[in-house]
């Protein structure tokens, strides 16, 4: 079983950063694809970035530039540092752990990220 425990979400101004956490338990994380996905109010939920076991990252064109994910494996955490923040990217940020050899996924409870002077 695997649970995904998110923290680093809050109310920040345009142009302001900010860190998210997550922290996984169990023994899937070395080996999972980590992600961070975002969902704002009348919206579908779309990925933000994803971080392979290996380190290979990818980005959505809206945040590329901007926000950086990374993973500490010997922590069992992935980390998203987002920075220029915007309005628009104001929405609950949730964490994702893909197990590789079915693709079923785990989702974390979400944090929400407010943007706004």
């Known amino acids: 079983q695997v649970q995904l425990v998110e923290s680093g979400g809050g109310l920040v101004q345009p142009g302001g950063s900010l860190r998210l956490s997550c922290a996984a338990s169990?023994?899937?994380?070395?080996?999972?694809?980590m992600g961070w996905y975002r969902q704002a109010p009348g919206k579908q939920r779309e990925l933000v970035a994803d971080?392979?076991?290996?380190?290979?990252?990818n980005y959505a064109d809206s945040v590329k530039g901007r926000f950086t994910i990374s993973r500490d494996n010997a922590k069992n955490t992935v980390y998203l540092q987002m920075n220029s923040l915007k309005p628009e990217d104001t929405a609950v940020y949730y964490c994702n752990l893909r197990r590789l050899y079915d693709n079923y996924n785990y989702w974390g409870q979400g944090t929400q990220v407010t943007v706004s002077s």
């Open positions: 169990g023994s899937l994380f070395i080996t999972s694809v």
């Open positions: 971080i392979t076991s290996g380190g290979s990252t």
